[in-house]
Nanobody
Framework: QVQLVESGGGLVQAGGSLRLSCAVS????????MGWFRQAPGKEREFVAA????????SYADSVKGRFTISRDTAKHTVYLQMNSLRPEDADVYYC??????????????????WGQGTRVTVSS
């Protein structure tokens, strides 16, 4: 059974940076696309970024393009989200998620079949 453990959240001033990490257990890490989502209390989960199984393709929500970068390290079974130029509206709980089998549709929450417990990002203005 796959387990995903996020880390790296915290408090940062607006304009600052954070790097989130997601350690993924299991031998099939390199077979699946991965994504980052975020969710505020009472709101639906929002797509942030996704990366293909090979790492060769990435996609981003318009709100984070040019500021966030998703990457993966197959040897370490880890997915990263580098967040720069953070804004107060980026404050949320961030979740690392594993996509189910198949291709495409990575901005859709239902596309994913496993996720971690989340890590909280707070941005002060």
């Amino acid at each position: 059974q796959v387990q995903l453990v996020e880390s790296g959240g915290g408090l940062v001033q607006a304009g600052g940076s954070l790097r989130l990490s997601c350690a993924v257990s299991g031998r099939t890490f390199s077979s699946y696309a991965m994504g980052w989502f975020r969710q505020a209390p009472g709101k639906e989960r929002e797509f942030v970024a996704a990366i293909s199984w090979s790492g060769g393709l990435t996609s981003y929500a318009d709100s984070v393009k040019g500021r966030f970068t998703i990457s993966r390290d197959t040897a370490k079974h880890t997915v990263y989200l580098q967040m720069n130029s953070l804004r107060p509206e980026d404050a949320d709980v961030y979740y690392c998620e594993r996509a189910g089998p198949g291709y495409g549709g990575y901005a859709t929450p239902g596309r994913y079949d496993a996720w971690g417990q989340g890590t909280r990002v707070t941005v002060s203005s």
